[in-house]
């Protein structure tokens, strides 16, 4: 479908044409004739699927249509992370170049001139607010907001923030909203607390799945089963063989994260660390020099797997595997950008096995085994691997568990 055979405004149509954009991706065409509709709606779609667009549009063309009082806060949109929210607002700017709307960043982390127009824009009434829980509650617990005219509420990558633990934010917020608004929600999974907070705070909500996309084939994926220990090691010996530029460690946990860098930079190599405890002037510098070559090596949690498009990353390691299979696919993602081609290593360990398996069952092939350097001492027995149920054995000693009768799912592509 193309997007002028949707109901949007004229002005949005006319940025969208601007910008080279003329065909929806499947969320999109689901979402936005049922925002338009005023309808409640959840949508379960990973980063990358046109989310972003599938709100902002029709949200800008509601706007042009609905009476609404351009002296009040209009919409708020709720990200967990001050990356995402940057991202919302930098394509806010380009969807919304035509419209006469005005929107205000409400994020952490900023110096105080920052915060002094965050608070302007919460005081006169901008249209459109761009915010993390935890920073538009700091505004309301020293200043009065009138929400009195929000007639839009918008949680992106809801399951995100219920798991930095904003849940509690998220209703002291919804508490100060009027009951009548329209709700939209979208998640990159839908677990059972999502549908308890939709329940809370939606009414009759139509409900659009998009399958979960497969890593693209320009990634090429592989796996090296060893020890925690050889972990390290086999990735300093990586880098500087190849002298790579531009490669991202991801790990699980940011205190693993600021290890890893100490001891990456104590080898030669030149790393940075990316993670929440760092201020948000320090994120910028780290990305900006990531970008321009200036940093050989981030060393990131998933907050770097969602919303940061750099184009020429040859390689992503995930020093530890991640727990679900979104997550994974996030992070391998930032390689093979804008028709390139990448490389993504997943280390690991007898204890992540489990969640190997699970995420190969997801991507249902066999992804490749790399040898461990006999430098680095004996790879694990494969028979740590096997797991308490049946299967059959398979390269490397991984095992996945038996499908049964059941049909593989056939994966769905992005237009």
Known sequence: MYFDELPLSDEVLDALWDMHFDTCTPVQEQTIPIILNHRDVISCAQTGTGKT?????????????????PNKLNAIIMAPTRELAQQIDQQMEGFGYY??????????????????????????????????????LSHMNIMDIDFSGV????LDEADRMLDMGFYDDIMKIVQCLPRDRQTIMFSATMPEDIRRLAKRIMTDPAEVKIAIARPPESIAQRALCCY?????????????????????VFAGKKQRVKELTVLLSRQGLNARAMHSDLEQKQR???????????????????????????????????????????????????TARAENKGEAVTLVSPEDARYWNKIERFLQKDIQRLTLPSSLGDAPDNNLYAQPTGGRRRNGGFRRRSRGNRSPRKPQHRK
């Open 228 to 248: 925690e220990t050889q972990k390290i090691p086999f990735i300093i010996e990586r880098l500087k063989q190849e002298h790579l530029k531009k490669v991202i």
């Open 53 to 69: 667009a599938a709100y902002i549009l029709p949200l800008l063309t509601n706007l042009q249509f609905d009476g609404h009082d």
């Open 284 to 334: 910028d510098e780290v990305m900006l020099d990531f970008r321009n070559n200036k940093v050989d090596v981030m060393v990131a949690t998933d907050i770097v797997a969602r919303g940061i498009d750099v184009d020429d990353i040859p390689l992503v390691i995930n020093f530890d595997v991640p727990r679900d299979a979104e997550d994974y696919v996030h992070r391998i993602g930032r």
């Open 99 to 136: 419209v006469p709307f005005s929107s205000v960043p409400v994020y952490g982390g900023n110096d105080s001139r920052n915060f002094s127009t965050q608070t302007n824009g919460l005081k006169t009434g901008a249209d459109i607010v761009i915010a993390t829980p935890g920073r538009l």
């Open 151 to 154: 007639k839009y509420f918008i």
